[in-house]
């Protein structure tokens, strides 16, 4: 199994350029999210999905865009990245069934520097 | 809403010296607590869990028990090895969330031979 698998694995980029922070995973979960990991701050929640068609925002969504078109797959979009957005970004699945018992599954995550 | 206090590192320890990481939480109703390890260069990986009361998480040596009445999950080794450096970091999903985890800052444990 791949679990999730996020590319690239590091990135570096122009203010005020796009890309896309891709995530796919194998293990039918409905719930995805993005994190973004600063020294210091710990693991800090940008979108979630709980199923294909539904997001929402976390608690720092500025600046960062989500879809969720397919089960397995939650893109994060940087429309114009800033230096403020260089961090390590994780992406995580877990199943509905089970609620709060369930642990969340991560990627290995994707260095993004803005320069 | 929902937070994770844990003890700041860095944490340096010698091999086979015993560890604590401590860590407090406030949540709304019943929350699920986990501690999570990410060693360098990679994503994080569930160490353990807790669901309920007085439930005490295990595996590889490590233990740490859910305390209710002092909302605590304090992560303990007995006899670290160089191998467990790392950071780790608690987390829990609040009792009116079944999405959400939230995260303390993390502790950085390096041990020495």
């Known amino acids: 199994n791949a679990g999730v698998t996020q590319t690239p694995k590091f990135q570096v980029l122009k203010t005020g350029q796009s890309m896309t922070l891709q995530c796919a995973q194998d293990m039918n979960h409905e719930y995805m999210s993005w994190y973004r990991q600063d020294p210091g701050m710990g693991l800090r929640l940008i979108h979630y999905?709980?199923?294909?068609?539904?997001?929402d925002q976390g608690e720092v969504p500025n600046g960062y865009n989500v879809s969720r078109s397919t089960t397995e797959d939650f893109p994060l979009r940087l429309l114009s990245a800033a230096p403020s957005q260089t961090s390590v970004y994780f992406c995580a699945s877990r199943p509905r069934q089970g609620a709060g018992n369930q642990p969340q599954h991560f990627g290995d995550g994707t260095r993004l520097s803005i320069l | 809403g929902d937070s994770v206090t844990q003890m700041e590192g860095p944490v340096t320890l010698s091999e086979e010296a015993f560890l604590t990481i401590n860590c407090t939480y406030t949540?709304?109703?019943?929350?699920?607590l986990f501690w999570y390890v990410q060693y360098p260069g990679e994503g994080l990986q569930l160490l353990l869990k807790a669901t309920k009361a007085d439930d005490k998480g295990s595996n590889k040596g490590f233990e740490a028990t859910y305390r209710k009445e002092t909302t605590s999950f304090h992560l303990e080794k007995g006899s670290v090895q160089v191998s467990d450096s790392a950071v780790y970091f608690c987390a829990l999903i609040g009792g009116g969330s079944n999405y959400k985890l939230t995260f303390g800052k993390g502790t950085l444990l390096t041990v020495n031979p």
């Open positions: 999905s709980v199923g294909a068609g539904i997001t």
């Open positions: 949540a709304t109703g019943y929350p699920s």
